[in-house]
Structure formats: C-alpha cells, structure tokens
C-alpha cells in the first residue's frame, strides 16, 4: 500500500444534514465515499488527491428504494446486490439488474453502488447505458437546497459532471413506462467475471409487424461519456427491420461513436462489437414483437 493511513481523515456523520454541512463548509476538501470501491483503489495506488473522506454508506435516505405508481426512486448509496434482489427492479428494469449482476464480482456488488458508479464518471461503467436508455432522472441535494437532473445531461466529458463540488446524488429517479418493452443488454470483456467492459450495450424497443418503435440504444466505452446513439435511433424508428436497415444502422452506430485504443481492446474492435450487438438487438427486436 502506497499511501499512509494517518495521513488521511475519515468522518461517519449520522444523518443527510451533517454531510451536505460539511461539503458546503469546505467544498472540495472532503471526499464523499460510499461502497469505497473505486476510492480505495485510489487510496492504495496513492493517488487519491482528498485527504479528508466522509462516509456516507450509513445515510438511511440514500440506502432506500422508493416504488411509486409513476416511478422507481433508488438511493444513490444502494448496492448491486440490492439492486440485483429487488422484485420491481429485476422486472420492470432488467437492463439495470443484469447490468448490476455483471459489475465486478459478489464482494465488489456488496460495496459497490450506483451512485458512486455514476460519480465516478467512468465511461465504461456497467450500470449508465442502462440509466441512458430508461430516460433516469437524478436528485442532486446540498445546503443550498435540492436539484434534479436528467442523467444525459451529468455527464459533461471524459470523467467530468455536472455535480458541484458541495452536492451529493441524493437519488436516481426512473420512470415506469417501459412495460411491454423488448429489452436486451451485453456486456463484451476479456472473461464473464471481474472484467472492465470492452463495450457494453443496454437496448429497449417495440415492434410490431417488423416495424420498429421508440428504439433506445445506449453504448458504453465507445466514447469519453457513456453514449445515446440518437442517430441510429432516428434512422430505425418507424422503419421495417429487413437486412438493408440492419445494414445502414451498423454504418450509423460506426458514424456516431468515438472509441479509442488502450490496454482493453483496439478501437476497431471496439466499434465493430459495437455495430454487432446493435445488429443483434434489432434481429431480437423482429423475432420478439411487442406491442398490438
Ligand atoms: C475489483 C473491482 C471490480 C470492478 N468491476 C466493475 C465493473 O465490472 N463494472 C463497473 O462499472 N465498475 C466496476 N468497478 C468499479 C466500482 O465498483 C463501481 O464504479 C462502483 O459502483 C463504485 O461505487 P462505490 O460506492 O464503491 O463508490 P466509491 O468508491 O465510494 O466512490 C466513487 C466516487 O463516487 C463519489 N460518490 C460516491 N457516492 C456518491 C454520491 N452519492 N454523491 C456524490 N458522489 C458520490 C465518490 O466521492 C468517488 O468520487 C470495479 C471495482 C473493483 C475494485
């Protein structure tokens, strides 16, 4: 381990009021840290620039999940594994459970969660294709009051957001409107366990009689940010699936991302992973069929 233990300050608050104080007090000095998956490895690498933590894993208002009619509302500190076991997640937002069943292993989906997910702003992040394509909705709250945010909007560019350095993600808002849905969702990486996404998908359409309707395709690690493919999406919506259209929307899904090389994989085999699992969606979608 590389970096000191005493070097650091770490405070349990016990309620939402002390942490946002303490943020707004000395914005940018304190360091949130909820499931400390990704700190800690910044922690033990020493690269972790915050010398002064709080913890917020035991805030009750940020560990609850809210059913109501119109929306599910997820505390931004609730785990995989809760998001993983909850009955109206696993049903109504398959994208998300799958998603939060292939981030990391048991241990890392007992620590890990959304919130810090998103925070952290990795552009191959598991759960935000997900979060994308179900039109999410985040609660940002500090002493200056409550905000809400749509998740397209917080991501602003390679690892950077929209949060202010006082605010914390109170919650993450989605609405329920996606019933009758086909859905499809892959994640791409070197092994099936503990392994960062080459490229993930989370995809959510309707069809009938071949013709494709509010198609909604997000992409992670193809881009600094994880991506809507708003193009792809216009050029299949109100179409007949036929193999042309397949074509032309991998030619699209190409023209709209952004990969890079790095040590996971090449950007050629990035964008045409891309461009297959968007072609294996819309196949899905023709033998699927879902609305009258
Ligand atoms: C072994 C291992 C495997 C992993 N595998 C995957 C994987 O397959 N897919 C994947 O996507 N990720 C993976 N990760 C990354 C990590 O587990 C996730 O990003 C996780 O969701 C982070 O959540 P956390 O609560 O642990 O965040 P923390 O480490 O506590 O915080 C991360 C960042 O978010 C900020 N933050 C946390 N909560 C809030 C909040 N409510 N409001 C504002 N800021 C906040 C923190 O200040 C920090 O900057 C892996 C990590 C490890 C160590």
């Given at each position: 381990?590389?970096?000191?233990?005493?070097?650091?300050?770490?405070v349990s608050p016990r309620n939402l009021q002390a942490v946002l104080s303490l943020l707004a007090d000395e914005p940018s000095q304190w360091l949130p840290i909820a499931g400390g998956t990704d700190v800690m490895v910044l922690y033990s690498a020493g690269k972790l620039p915050n010398r002064k933590l709080i913890d917020i894993w035991g805030i009750p208002?940020?560990?609850q999940i809210e059913v109501l009619p119109e929306r599910i509302r997820i505390g931004a500190a609730c785990t995989y594994t809760a998001l993983r076991r909850h009955e109206i997640i696993s049903r109504d937002f398959r994208l998300l459970a799958l998603a939060a069943s292939w981030t990391g292993g048991i241990a890392n989906q007992n620590r890990g969660t959304l919130g810090g997910n998103i925070a952290n702003a990795s552009p191959a992040a598991d759960s935000l294709p997900a979060l994308l394509v179900y039109d999410a909705e985040l609660t940002l709250i500090s002493v200056r009051g409550e905000r809400r945010v749509a998740y397209r909007n917080f991501h602003t560019g390679y690892k950077k957001t929209a949060l202010a350095a006082d605010e914390l993600i109170q919650d993450i808002s989605l609405p329920r409107k996606f019933a009758g849905y086909a859905s499809h969702a892959r994640?791409?990486?070197?092994?099936?366990?503990?392994?960062?996404?080459?490229?993930?998908?989370a995809a959510l359409g309707q069809c009938a009689d071949s013709v494709i309707r509010d198609v909604r395709l997000a992409l992670g690690s193809v881009a600094p940010v994880p991506l809507r493919l708003q193009e792809t999406e216009?050029?299949?919506?109100?179409?007949?699936?036929?193999?042309?259209?397949i074509n032309a929307a991998r030619k699209s899904v190409m023209k709209e991302i952004r990969p890079i090389g790095d040590i996971r994989s090449s950007a050629r085999y990035r964008a045409a992973v891309a461009a297959n699992l968007v072609a294996e969606f819309i196949e899905k979608l023709a033998v699927e069929g879902t609305y009258a």
């Open positions: 381990m590389r970096a000191d233990p005493a070097d650091y300050k770490l208002e940020l560990r994640k791409v990486g070197a092994r099936n366990a503990q392994a960062i996404s080459k490229v993930c998908l216009h050029l299949l919506n109100g179409n007949k699936i036929e193999l042309s259209l």
